[in-house]
Protein backbone atom coordinates (compact mmCIF):
# COMPACT_ATOMS: atom_id res chain seq x y z
CA UNK A 1 0.00 0.00 0.00
CA UNK A 2 1.89 2.92 -1.08
CA UNK A 3 -1.12 5.86 -0.43
CA UNK A 4 0.48 7.71 2.09
CA UNK A 5 4.50 7.73 2.13
CA UNK A 6 7.11 9.00 4.57
CA UNK A 7 10.92 9.25 4.36
CA UNK A 8 12.99 9.36 6.12
CA UNK A 9 11.31 6.04 7.99
CA UNK A 10 14.37 6.08 10.71
CA UNK A 11 16.11 9.31 11.54
CA UNK A 12 18.38 10.16 14.51
CA UNK A 13 19.68 13.90 14.96
CA UNK A 14 21.47 16.09 17.53
CA UNK A 15 20.07 18.39 19.08
CA UNK A 16 21.79 21.53 17.17
CA UNK A 17 20.62 19.96 14.06
CA UNK A 18 18.16 20.70 10.68
CA UNK A 19 16.18 17.85 9.38
CA UNK A 20 13.26 17.46 7.61
CA UNK A 21 10.70 14.79 6.91
CA UNK A 22 8.91 14.21 4.07
CA UNK A 23 5.39 12.74 3.16
CA UNK A 24 3.71 12.70 -0.07
CA UNK A 25 0.13 11.64 -0.77
CA UNK A 26 -1.23 9.88 -3.69
CA UNK A 27 -4.89 9.58 -3.02
CA UNK A 28 -5.76 12.89 -4.94
CA UNK A 29 -6.31 14.49 -1.09
CA UNK A 30 -6.82 18.08 0.07
CA UNK A 31 -5.94 17.71 4.01
CA UNK A 32 -2.89 16.48 5.67
CA UNK A 33 -2.01 16.12 8.88
CA UNK A 34 1.28 15.24 11.03
CA UNK A 35 0.86 13.24 14.17
CA UNK A 36 2.85 12.53 16.84
CA UNK A 37 2.96 9.46 18.28
CA UNK A 38 4.28 8.36 21.57
CA UNK A 39 4.05 6.70 24.74
CA UNK A 40 2.47 9.37 26.41
CA UNK A 41 0.26 10.64 24.04
CA UNK A 42 -1.02 8.29 21.87
CA UNK A 43 -1.96 10.20 18.75
CA UNK A 44 -1.41 13.80 19.30
CA UNK A 45 -2.28 16.03 16.25
CA UNK A 46 0.00 18.65 15.81
CA UNK A 47 -0.80 20.50 12.67
CA UNK A 48 -3.78 20.11 9.96
CA UNK A 49 -3.60 21.69 6.51
CA UNK A 50 -6.52 21.79 4.35
CA UNK A 51 -6.33 22.77 0.08
CA UNK A 52 -3.09 24.13 1.26
CA UNK A 53 -3.50 26.51 3.91
CA UNK A 54 -2.90 25.57 7.40
CA UNK A 55 -5.89 25.31 9.55
CA UNK A 56 -4.49 24.15 12.70
CA UNK A 57 -1.91 24.28 15.28
CA UNK A 58 -2.08 22.63 17.97
CA UNK A 59 0.29 24.51 20.49
CA UNK A 60 3.20 22.90 18.49
CA UNK A 61 6.71 24.64 19.38
CA UNK A 62 8.35 26.34 17.09
CA UNK A 63 11.49 24.14 16.90
CA UNK A 64 8.94 22.39 14.44
CA UNK A 65 8.14 23.86 11.42
CA UNK A 66 5.35 22.42 8.49
CA UNK A 67 5.36 23.35 4.79
CA UNK A 68 2.70 22.08 3.03
CA UNK A 69 4.06 23.22 -1.16
CA UNK A 70 1.24 21.81 -2.26
CA UNK A 71 -1.86 19.11 -1.75
CA UNK A 72 0.22 16.16 -2.36
CA UNK A 73 3.01 17.24 -0.07
CA UNK A 74 3.97 18.04 3.43
CA UNK A 75 7.06 18.74 5.30
CA UNK A 76 8.21 18.97 8.40
CA UNK A 77 11.12 20.89 8.98
CA UNK A 78 13.20 20.15 12.48
CA UNK A 79 15.31 22.56 14.54
CA UNK A 80 17.05 22.38 17.86
CA UNK A 81 14.65 19.59 19.30
CA UNK A 82 15.03 18.08 23.07
CA UNK A 83 15.27 14.65 23.60
CA UNK A 84 11.86 14.66 24.86
CA UNK A 85 10.83 15.26 20.87
CA UNK A 86 11.94 11.48 20.18
CA UNK A 87 8.67 9.65 19.04
CA UNK A 88 6.93 8.40 15.82
CA UNK A 89 6.03 10.88 13.72
CA UNK A 90 2.90 10.35 11.28
CA UNK A 91 1.83 11.85 8.21
CA UNK A 92 -1.76 11.51 7.24
CA UNK A 93 -4.33 12.59 4.72
CA UNK A 94 -8.16 12.49 3.85
CA UNK A 95 -10.56 13.99 1.30
CA UNK A 96 -10.71 17.06 2.87
CA UNK A 97 -11.06 17.92 6.84
CA UNK A 98 -11.35 15.03 8.98
CA UNK A 99 -14.00 16.87 10.73
CA UNK A 100 -16.14 16.09 7.63
CA UNK A 101 -16.56 12.86 8.28
CA UNK A 102 -13.60 11.89 6.08
CA UNK A 103 -11.44 8.62 6.56
CA UNK A 104 -7.71 9.11 7.45
CA UNK A 105 -5.18 7.66 5.71
CA UNK A 106 -2.12 7.57 8.22
CA UNK A 107 1.39 6.84 6.55
CA UNK A 108 4.35 4.11 8.03
CA UNK A 109 5.48 6.68 10.24
CA UNK A 110 9.13 8.65 10.78
CA UNK A 111 10.67 7.09 13.91
CA UNK A 112 12.75 10.37 15.40
CA UNK A 113 15.66 9.95 17.61
CA UNK A 114 17.04 13.18 19.06
CA UNK A 115 20.23 12.75 21.20
CA UNK B 1 -11.86 22.05 22.94
CA UNK B 2 -13.10 18.27 22.00
CA UNK B 3 -12.44 15.35 24.93
CA UNK B 4 -12.77 11.93 24.07
CA UNK B 5 -11.82 9.97 26.98
CA UNK B 6 -11.01 5.72 25.87
CA UNK B 7 -11.80 3.19 28.47
CA UNK B 8 -10.15 0.32 29.06
CA UNK B 9 -6.45 0.96 28.29
CA UNK B 10 -5.71 -2.83 28.17
CA UNK B 11 -7.89 -5.24 27.55
CA UNK B 12 -7.37 -8.96 27.69
CA UNK B 13 -9.25 -11.42 26.67
CA UNK B 14 -9.41 -15.65 25.64
CA UNK B 15 -9.63 -16.19 22.40
CA UNK B 16 -13.08 -16.56 21.07
CA UNK B 17 -14.49 -14.31 23.84
CA UNK B 18 -16.19 -10.48 22.73
CA UNK B 19 -14.25 -7.55 23.78
CA UNK B 20 -15.72 -4.28 24.04
CA UNK B 21 -14.06 -0.58 23.94
CA UNK B 22 -15.84 2.49 25.13
CA UNK B 23 -15.91 6.35 24.40
CA UNK B 24 -17.03 9.21 25.25
CA UNK B 25 -17.04 12.20 24.26
CA UNK B 26 -17.90 15.83 25.00
CA UNK B 27 -19.11 17.97 21.35
CA UNK B 28 -22.49 17.32 21.35
CA UNK B 29 -21.87 18.75 17.53
CA UNK B 30 -19.30 15.55 16.77
CA UNK B 31 -21.33 13.77 14.13
CA UNK B 32 -18.74 11.09 12.91
CA UNK B 33 -17.43 8.30 14.81
CA UNK B 34 -14.58 6.40 13.56
CA UNK B 35 -12.55 3.55 15.18
CA UNK B 36 -8.87 3.11 14.03
CA UNK B 37 -6.70 -0.53 14.76
CA UNK B 38 -3.06 -0.18 14.80
CA UNK B 39 -1.26 -3.40 14.84
CA UNK B 40 2.60 -3.56 16.46
CA UNK B 41 4.56 -1.76 13.80
CA UNK B 42 2.18 -0.92 11.45
CA UNK B 43 0.34 2.23 10.63
CA UNK B 44 -3.82 3.30 12.22
CA UNK B 45 -5.87 2.00 9.53
CA UNK B 46 -9.88 2.83 9.38
CA UNK B 47 -11.95 -0.21 10.28
CA UNK B 48 -15.66 0.70 10.78
CA UNK B 49 -17.10 4.15 11.23
CA UNK B 50 -20.78 5.37 12.08
CA UNK B 51 -22.40 8.20 11.81
CA UNK B 52 -24.97 10.48 13.66
CA UNK B 53 -28.19 9.46 12.09
CA UNK B 54 -27.28 5.40 12.70
CA UNK B 55 -27.17 4.16 16.32
CA UNK B 56 -25.75 0.86 15.50
CA UNK B 57 -23.30 -0.83 12.31
CA UNK B 58 -21.81 -4.47 11.64
CA UNK B 59 -19.32 -5.65 9.85
CA UNK B 60 -18.79 -9.25 10.24
CA UNK B 61 -17.19 -9.66 13.70
CA UNK B 62 -17.32 -6.16 14.33
CA UNK B 63 -19.87 -3.58 15.42
CA UNK B 64 -19.87 0.28 16.55
CA UNK B 65 -23.07 1.23 18.57
CA UNK B 66 -23.39 4.80 19.59
CA UNK B 67 -26.17 6.29 22.22
CA UNK B 68 -26.05 10.11 21.32
CA UNK B 69 -27.97 11.47 24.05
CA UNK B 70 -25.16 9.78 26.22
CA UNK B 71 -22.68 11.16 24.73
CA UNK B 72 -20.55 7.70 23.62
CA UNK B 73 -19.94 5.02 21.63
CA UNK B 74 -18.45 1.30 21.92
CA UNK B 75 -16.63 -1.08 19.30
CA UNK B 76 -17.72 -4.84 20.20
CA UNK B 77 -15.47 -7.36 18.66
CA UNK B 78 -17.00 -11.06 18.95
CA UNK B 79 -15.05 -14.27 18.43
CA UNK B 80 -11.88 -12.84 18.83
CA UNK B 81 -8.72 -14.04 17.13
CA UNK B 82 -4.97 -13.49 17.48
CA UNK B 83 -4.99 -11.67 14.71
CA UNK B 84 -7.55 -8.92 16.53
CA UNK B 85 -4.55 -8.43 19.01
CA UNK B 86 -3.63 -4.33 18.49
CA UNK B 87 -4.27 -0.78 19.79
CA UNK B 88 -7.71 0.54 19.03
CA UNK B 89 -8.14 4.11 18.93
CA UNK B 90 -11.79 5.82 18.58
CA UNK B 91 -12.31 9.41 17.46
CA UNK B 92 -15.04 12.39 17.88
CA UNK B 93 -13.85 14.80 15.58
CA UNK B 94 -16.22 17.42 15.26
CA UNK B 95 -18.65 18.93 12.01
CA UNK B 96 -16.88 21.40 9.95
CA UNK B 97 -13.33 21.35 12.02
CA UNK B 98 -10.41 19.96 10.69
CA UNK B 99 -9.58 19.05 14.56
CA UNK B 100 -9.77 15.10 14.84
CA UNK B 101 -9.20 13.99 18.76
CA UNK B 102 -8.21 10.82 19.44
CA UNK B 103 -8.76 8.51 22.23
CA UNK B 104 -5.20 7.48 23.96
CA UNK B 105 -6.08 4.07 22.37
CA UNK B 106 -7.12 0.61 24.03
CA UNK B 107 -4.24 -2.07 23.40
CA UNK B 108 -6.21 -5.77 23.12
CA UNK B 109 -4.42 -8.87 23.72
CA UNK B 110 -6.54 -11.86 22.42
CA UNK B 111 -5.04 -15.09 24.45
CA UNK B 112 -4.98 -18.56 22.21
Known amino acids: ETGVTQTPRHLVMGMTNKKSLKCEQH?????MYWYKQSAKKPLELMFV???????ENNSVPSRFSPECPNSSHLFLHLHTLQPEDSALYLC??????FGGGNTIYFGEGSWLTVV | GENVEQHPSTLSVQEGDSAVIKCTYSDSASNYFPWYKQELGKRPQLIID?????GEKKDQRIAVTLNKTAKHFSLHITETQPEDSAVYFCAAPRANAGKSTFGDGTTLTVKP
Open chain 1, 92 to 97: ASSQDH
Open chain 2, 50 to 54: IRSNV
Open chain 1, 27 to 31: LGHNA
Open chain 1, 49 to 55: YNFKEQT
